[in-house]
């Protein structure tokens, strides 16, 4: 069974910072792609940022420049630094890994999600 825990959403101040964790655990063989999806209440959920195994990222031209992923592959984690926030950044926010639990196989997951509000 492979479960993703997603933590460091809170309350902040427009231009605050804050970095979510997401952490896999399992049966796992490989991770490959990463990602982040938010949404806001009222909205469908929206790609924010991945990254691939191999470290090549890509962002939501909304949050370029402001936010930044990475992952450690020892530790089957994957960061969201959210740096400059804004009140439209308050969402849930989610991670997604495309998981191998073993080398021929490759399934989807996602977490239970994580409260990022900002505001004044």
């Known amino acids: 069974q492979v479960q993703l825990v997603e933590s460091g959403g809170g309350l902040v101040q427009p231009g605050e910072s804050l970095r979510l964790s997401c952490v896999a655990s399992?049966?796992?063989?490989?991770?490959?792609?990463m990602r982040w999806y938010r949404q806001a209440p009222g909205a469908k959920r929206e790609l924010v940022a991945e990254?691939?195994?191999?470290?090549?990222?890509k962002y939501a031209d909304s949050v370029k420049g402001r936010f930044t992923i990475s992952r450690d592959n020892a530790k089957k984690t994957t960061y969201l630094q959210m740096n400059m926030l804004r009140p439209e950044d308050t969402a849930d926010y989610y991670c997604?890994?495309?998981?191998?639990?073993?080398?021929?196989?490759?399934?989807?997951?996602w977490g239970q999600g994580t409260q990022v509000t900002v505001s004044s």
């Open positions: 997604f890994a495309e998981i191998q639990p073993g080398l021929n196989y490759e399934y989807e997951y």
């Open positions: 399992g049966n796992i063989f490989k991770i490959n792609t």
């Open positions: 990254i691939s195994s191999g470290g090549t990222s």
